[in-house]
């Protein structure tokens, strides 16, 4: 390449450059503009909002950002492959190329950046946007209810691909929206506490009344945003159905729902019915239909929602009342779906099984990981060329991590081998999966934001766990959790209980370990290792003491790091410190309970 060539080069990558920012700009402003003093959003073609222009603007930039980035690939990235392909003519042309690369990998690296920010700030927006609307749109219906109602589940159906039928009487109506095996029947009664609502598939197996109640719930809300995702997920689940007739996916919806509920029952029978255990140890906390259609689990709870549930409301979720779903609305959920995949997988059939929890000596027995003493069993499927009532079909169940989780390569690789069975496309998974490049973000970055001190544990952000049978949801869900136990534990150190005393390190070698001190004033120093157990997510702590740290030594966590790793087994682990650490998931807190005992 000439010179000028290379300069070239370089303004197409400005450009790239230039483009992601004047689209972060455009966010930017957006989100200025929903930022009102009062808290309320005006939304309107005119303003103060404008959406359609914020929409055409957004659409703008990223058509200017894709021909940038196709600019890119057409006069650079093809150059540099052409330069690979064949030996360099002399040493200078060999240096040119590598200082090209070099210039195009530091922007590229700025890129990924801008683009991490832009996606952060898109979903910020439209957090408010969906939020303010709602809300504009609620303040309506209660003003035009029922006609307004009526009107707009009639718009739904039109976008969704769904016919409607309307049957009025004084002060009341009945709408209809109906796929091809989809029915949905809402009775608007005079007031937003007389709807009703009943979902109905050709299967009458395929109905759970709990699924009606969520519906329901949304439109006494006033919430038509929310009840209209759902009908788009039954609408979609309906042309599923008719794409894949043999696979029976209406089926296999509730039947994934009926097995995790059947699966909690036999842990909560093994556990003598404690849910605080259950999340510990167990496969989660099934709650179907509580907020989407399908099955969903809540795999962790925070520390200060677990102790801050009264009596009451630990059996309203032991048996699985709707409320429940509010009430952990801020937990960590998996919600189960069907999407798209290149491998086939089995489907079962309607007359078959109503779940795919196997009946006692059916099946082969397996151990429970995290419950001793108890055996579950599942319907096996068979090979592709068996005969059988199920079906073979391109799609596959996939967890949904809501919301999404930061994550060490340990538990990525831990989860690509419990669910890829030991190898994708007949390839064994690589030691050292998954590769991260080397400006990836750390997990203390993802957590800790400006506050990351020194960070040591490259991550992945995980928001969707593909399964090959339901059962893998007993491998997956203790490693999701340990992960997100230990997000909780780190997190808190500059949360709201953080202060300049306390200090923590991570350790690159060991990503669920954190060496924390603090010194106190006229006190010797105090610290200890906190670690997150493998087996249930609980907090393991060991103090100096059991480690051999002196209190007066001149850097603590420095001799924490040092410490001998064979001392930090369960058995030696502090038991008064790791309940006090596991109960708060405070480092700052365990700080001053531990401070509080020396």
Known sequence: MDSSSESKTVAIQRTIS?????????????????????????????????????????????????????????????????????????????????????????????????????????RQSQKRVFEAAGAALAQTLQQEWPAGLAGRLRASAGRLGLACYTDEQAGAATVTLAGRDLVIDVDVGAAASAVGVKVSFVSEMAHDARLDGLLQRRLAACDVCGFESLAAEMASLDRLARAQAAANVVHNTFAVAATLAELQRQELSALEGDVARLLSVGSGLALPFARHVGASTVYHLPATLCHGLSADQWTALNEGHAAAADMLRDCQWLDFAWEPSVQRHWFLAPDAAQHWAAAEHAGEAKLHPGIAGLQVRFVEPPTEDQASGGAWAPYALVARVDPPLAA?????????????????????????????????????????????????????????????????????????????????????????????????????????????????????????VLRISESSGAVLAWPLAALGVATDASDVLTALAAADIALLVPSAAHAALSAAADTSRSIPLTMQWLAAQS
């Open 18 to 122: 230039d483009e992601l920012g004047e689209l972060q700009g455009i966010i930017a402003l957006f989100q200025r503009l929903l930022e009102t003093p009062d808290g309320i959003v005006g939304l309107h073609p005119l303003g103060p909002v404008n959406i359609d222009k914020a929409r055409m603007g957004t659409a703008q930039a990223c058509g200017r950002l894709k021909a940038a980035l196709m600019e890119f690939q057409k006069n650079t990235v093809a150059s540099w492959e052409q330069l690979a392909s064949k030996d360099p003519q002399g040493q200078s042309e060999a240096v040119g190329g590598a200082r090209r690369a070099a210039v195009a990998a530091a922007e590229l690296v700025e890129m990924r950046r801008i683009a991490e920010t832009v996606q952060t700030d898109v």
């Open 408 to 528: 060490c390569a340990q538990t990525v690789r831990a989860l690509m081998k419990v669910t890829a069975y030991g190898g994708i496309d007949g390839k064994p998974i690589p030691d050292d999966a998954p590769r991260l490049l080397e400006d990836a973000p750390t997990l203390e970055n993802l957590l800790l934001g400006d506050a990351a001190d020194a960070p040591q544990i490259r991550a992945w952000t995980i928001s969707r766990v593909p399964l090959r049978h339901v059962r893998d949801v007993l491998a997956v869900v203790p490693l999701l959790r340990r992960q997100a136990a230990f997000n909780e534990l780190l997190s808190s150190s500059a949360g709201a209980d953080a202060t300049p005393a306390v200090r923590v390190q991570t350790v690159a070698a060991d990503p669920f370990r954190i060496d924390v001190c603090m010194a106190v004033s006229g006190c010797p120093t105090v610290g200890a």
